[in-house]
């Protein structure tokens, strides 16, 4: 009983360590623009999955090719590397020696990088799916991007397959009929839980005596105003605030990520060519199908009224193939990129309206009554 009680629980947030934090976001700036994943380790407490470390998984050397196809193979192999066969034996190893020196060695999920929010891809869910259906159902998969980040906001955040989503890849059928059966929709795919930053007593006690009061002693006068602006930078303390956050300029990734919007609402009207296509082709069949019928009908009338056996009626299916319906699994999860990258616009310009609102008296012309 005290076995299944934890899986009763539903997780409601991921709690990460500060050094696992930072290792991460290590890797993933050292191999961007290329795809990084690794495992991470931990413990499940109640309702909150605890990060405790993180590892990298084993880089795969590539033979010389061309640049351009050497760097998307690399992509791939690292954005498949958490189901590979060699990384799972190389994680089950890892688990068991940290386990001999008594660390937290409890399989909790994995992490990899993207890059301006494009991480909802076939490869990371079949990842999360191995994950929750082979290893551990309570895991996590944290993604970090790397551009959002540069921007100085931390883009770390943890996903899971809803139950619906597991239970409808596990029968591998996406068609039409089993969606509106199953109720799933794009909003159903991933489970996003809350991410917190978790610090200990003696590092919080470290970043409270960081700041350091003024200097008394006497300075030389600067020769130049770069030298003053340079010896601004120097003084500044790690805690002080960041006057560059308040820059009234368009956020650069606004265009790129809009182009990369545009791209997935192409890729949407692909698709929905396609399935158009599909029920243009199935209506033609079905067709042919409801005329050969109705000509065999009348042939069989004929032949009962000759006092002759009639002909079969189920040969259609031998004659007659109709066209499969192609997989909606891509729809879903390209519906549920342009989702992410619509949120991604949103809170682009969110922080640029607000800015522009706070310094809008000094932009409009004052009124001057006569």
């Known amino acids: 009983m005290a076995d299944s009680l934890p899986k009763e629980v539903p997780l409601k947030a991921v ?17 961007f623009p290329t795809t990084a994943t690794g495992f991470i380790v931990g413990l499940d407490v109640a309702e909150v999955l605890q990060v405790t470390n993180a590892y990298p998984f084993p880089t795969v050397e590539l033979p010389n090719t061309d640049s351009h196809h050497e760097a998307n193979a690399a992509s791939n192999l ?32 994995w992490y990899t990088s993207a890059n301006m929010g494009n991480f909802v891809t076939a490869n990371m869910i079949e ?11 309570r895991t996590v998969a944290l993604v970090h991007d790397v ?24 029968e591998g059928k996406f068609t039409t009929e089993t969606l509106q059966k199953s109720h799933l929709s794009y909003k159903d795919v991933l489970v996003e839980l809350p991410v917190t930053i978790h610090n200990s007593h ?9 700041p350091t009061p003024p200097s008394t002693e006497e300075r030389p006068m600067p020769l130049a105003r770069s030298s003053l602006a ?16 308040l820059d009234l300029s368009i956020d650069p990734f606004m265009e790129k990520t809009c182009d990369l919007l545009l791209d997935s609402i192409e890729t949407h009207y692909t698709e ?36 002759q056996d009639p002909l079969p009626e189920d040969e259609w299916t031998r004659l007659f193939k109709l066209p499969q319906e192609p997989s909606r699994l891509e729809t879903l999860l390209n519906s549920r990129q342009v989702e992410q990258y619509a949120r991604q616009v949103d809170s682009f310009s969110a922080t640029v309206s607000g800015k522009m609102f706070a310094v809008r008296g000094n932009l409009l012309p004052e009124d001057n009554p006569s």
């Open 78 to 109: 690292a954005a498949a590397a958490p189901r590979a066969k060699a990384n799972t034996v190389y994680q089950s190893e890892m688990i068991r020696y940290l386990r001999e020196v008594n660390v937290d060695g409890n399989n909790v999920g």
């Open 147 to 170: 551009s959002r980040s540069s921007q100085g906001t931390l883009s770390l955040r943890a996903f899971r397959l809803s139950p619906a989503f597991m239970t409808q890849y596990k």
């Open 127 to 137: 990842n999360q799916y191995f994950y929750q259906k082979e290893l551990n159902e």
């Open 272 to 307: 929905l060519n396609n399935y158009q296509y599909y029920q243009r082709q199935l209506g033609r069949e079905q067709a042919k199908i409801a005329s050969w019928q109705t000509k065999r009908k009348a042939e069989n009338a004929v032949r009962v009224a000759a006092k």
């Open 202 to 210: 003696l590092l919080t006690s470290l970043l409270h005596q960081l």
């Open 15 to 31: 709690q990460v360590e500060a050094l696992v934090a930072m290792k991460i976001i290590k890797h993933c700036t050292q191999t």
């Open 230 to 245: 340079k010896e601004a930078a120097q003084l500044r303390s790690p805690l002080d605030p960041n006057l560059d956050s």
